[in-house]
Nanobody, 122 residues
Framework: QVQLKESGGGLVQAGGSLRLSCAAS????????VGWFRQVPGKEREFVAS??????YYAESLEGRFTMSRDIANNTAYLQMNSLKVEDTAVYYC?????????????????WGQGTQVTVSS
């Protein structure tokens, strides 16, 4: 079993930065894929970034502003978000997948955190 817990969300002004953390317990995710998604009410969960086998992938619209990293020794993944925009407001989730395929789809992931709210004000 894997438990994931996100932290680091909050309220920030447009143009600011936040760093989200995703701490894993149980089975470590050093050998598994990890992803970040976000969701706003009434919309589907949206892919943000993923890590698999040493490769990091980003949603095309976010690349350049968001950076995903991992601290394998501490079983933690991070999402550094810079130049935040009002439209980045969402609940951000981290997730773990057993396989490194289809990582831009929520259905590829087996475990999810509870999410952390990010609110960007104008």
């Amino acid at each position: 079993q894997v438990q994931l817990k996100e932290s680091g969300g909050g309220l920030v002004q447009a143009g600011g930065s936040l760093r989200l953390s995703c701490a894993a317990s149980g089975r470590t995710f050093s050998h598994y894929a990890v992803g970040w998604f976000r969701q706003v009410p009434g919309k589907e969960r949206e892919f943000v970034a993923s890590w698999s086998a040493g490769n990091t992938y980003y949603a095309e619209s976010l690349e350049g502003r968001f950076t995903m990293s991992r601290d394998i020794a501490n079983n933690t993944a991070y999402l550094q978000m810079n130049s935040l925009k009002v439209e980045d407001t969402a609940v951000y989730y981290c997730a773990q997948a057993w396989r490194g395929a289809g990582l831009n789809s929520p259905s590829s992931y087996s475990y999810w955190g509870q999410g952390t709210q990010v609110t960007v004000s104008s």
